[in-house]
């Protein structure tokens, strides 16, 4: 593995898990404590969309997909903002509309890339630098984000009726906090794909939550544990030549029943 180091792909390939990692912890912790996991799973399938879109007009996938999630995540928090008891149908009518659309204009640009499979399952050791370029601007967009309105998206995390009484715009932080949830997807296409992101944004938070009792500190163990998982799964994906995405939620889902299974042992011992 140490002299893989020394070859361009691989060195890329590091600094994406780690950027990666940053932004699933931040945001990813915030999606676990508003149980909004089914939200983030319908966002990153409706994202799709987007690659498919991409393809029929000829740009950038990261591009069509970036503009495609956002503005579906932006359509979500305005239908499900006062009418959250009816959330589920939205996601599943949001998640079959985005993938849906992605499969017509596939079909409609009648020249298939196979690089769009890239995107559902992730190609972390194909990663470029303008890939790089928008992993890091994504994630000092959601570190700032944070940093600066961490007590408001810590008010609408616990008590948004509360925080909604206190003159807190609740409506404007939910809404960006769908966005950088869009955000955080579309940076990790390229790492662990549309497939499986949903798991890189909820298994470490819910680990870190076990042992944390404030919010930042479930966001910085959150990112240290993603970041393990996903060089973990990097190396694994080198050593035994399997796919890295899948590689890199491997390691994530065996932690996951770990901790789930040692959390449940000690509530009976």
Known sequence: MIEALSFQFMQNALIAGILVSIACGIVGSLIVVNRMVFIA?????????????????????????????????????????ANKERTDAVIGAVWAFGMAVGIIFSDISK??????????????????????????AVCILIILMSAIFYKEFLAISFDME??????????????????????CIVACI??????????????????????CVRLSQMMILSSILSASFTLSGLVLAYAFDLTSGASIILVASLAFFIVKIYVHRRKFY
């Open 190 to 211: 390229r790492a662990v794909g549309l497939i499986l992101v949903v798991a890189l944004l909820s298994i470490p938070p819910y680990i870190a939550e076990k042992f």
């Open 162 to 183: 509360f925080a909604k009484l206190q003159g807190l715009s609740t409506r404007v932080f939910y809404t960006g906090l769908l966005i950088m949830t869009a955000l």
């Open 111 to 136: 020249s298939y890339n196979t690089d769009l499979t890239s995107f559902l399952f992730g190609a972390i050791l194909s990663v470029s630098k303008g890939d790089l370029q928008l992993m890091a």
């Open 41 to 81: 799973g319908g966002i990153a399938h409706g994202a799709y969309g987007g690659l498919g879109l991409s393809l029929f007009l000829g740009i950038s996938p990261l591009f069509g997909a970036l503009g495609f999630s956002v503005a579906l995540s932006a359509l979500i928090a305005f239908l499900t903002y």
